[in-house]
T-cell receptor, first 116, second 114 residues
Framework: ETGVTQTPRHLVMGMTNKKSLKCEQHLGHNAMYWYKQSAKKPLELMFVYSLEERVENNSVPSRFSPECPNSSHLFLHLHTLQPEDSALYLC???????????????FGPGTRLLVL | DQQVKQNSPSLSVQEGRISILNCDYTNSMFDYFLWYKKYPAEGPTFLISISSIKDKNEDGRFTVFLNKSAKHLSLHIVPSQPGDSAVYFCAATYYGGSQGNLIFGKGTKLSVKP
């Protein structure tokens, strides 16, 4: 399998649940990203990892917890979410960090999350 | 304050005609711009990019124009095809910028009618 994959594609969870989103990239990239896309808003960068180290956390609430065990995998652990957290969560990867150089980010298909 | 703006939420074009999608930016430090296309239920797909040292980049039916003085870029699709119907996002970044910081616009939904 090639490119960036995300599982699950759809997730419905209650506010007291704990769940995890998974992202895997098969491109040999060194940087990975989590984005949130809410209705009628631009993509919002949440977290950035480079070589498995977190380099950016854009003021994301602690109920979102990222994990990058290796350069190919990225997780987003979710707990005690709010209904306003319902959105499309996108994972992306790039060869090196975007901004450090002119890097193109490649996106996965996203996880559509609904918090009840 | 939005640094990348796509002021037209939607655009409808007849098949075979030209589609022009516009994007404005406010940060003069931006030096690299990208266009992504997104179909429903899929993630954004990279389409074409342009560096600020150029004013035009072409790839098949897709051409991106950059006007640095106006802080404006546009994506031209010629000829438009029904399969081009999607949401198009403009994004910008700059060399040495905040790590990972690719700034996106809100997107323009293009509908190409047969």
């Amino acid at each position: 399998e090639t490119g960036v994959t995300q599982t699950p594609r759809h997730l419905v969870m209650g506010m007291t649940n704990k769940k995890s989103l998974k992202c895997e990239q098969h491109l040999g990239h060194n940087a990975m990203y989590w984005y949130k896309q809410s209705a009628k808003k631009p993509l919002e960068l949440m977290f950035v990892y480079s070589l498995e180290e977190r380099v950016e956390n854009n003021s994301v609430p602690s109920r979102f917890s990222p994990e990058c065990p290796n350069s190919s995998h990225l997780f987003l652990h979710l707990h005690t979410l709010q209904p306003e957290d319902s959105a499309l969560y996108l994972c992306a990867s790039s060869q090196e960090l975007a901004g450090v150089g002119h890097e193109t980010q490649y996106f996965g298909p996203g996880t559509r999350l609904l918090v009840l | 304050d939005q640094q990348v703006k796509q002021n037209s939420p939607s655009l409808s074009v007849q098949e075979g005609r030209i589609s022009i999608l516009n994007c404005d930016y406010t940060n003069s430090m931006f030096d690299y711009f990208l266009w992504y296309k997104k179909y429903p239920a899929e993630g954004p797909t990279f389409l074409i990019s342009i560096s600020s040292i150029k004013d035009k980049n072409e790839d098949g039916r897709f051409t991106v124009f950059l006007n640095k003085s106006a802080k404006h870029l546009s994506l031209h699709i010629v000829p438009s095809q029904p399969g081009d119907s999607a949401v198009y996002f403009c994004a910008a970044t700059y060399y040495g910028g905040s790590q990972g910081n690719l700034i996106f616009g809100k997107g323009t939904k293009l509908s190409v009618k047969p």
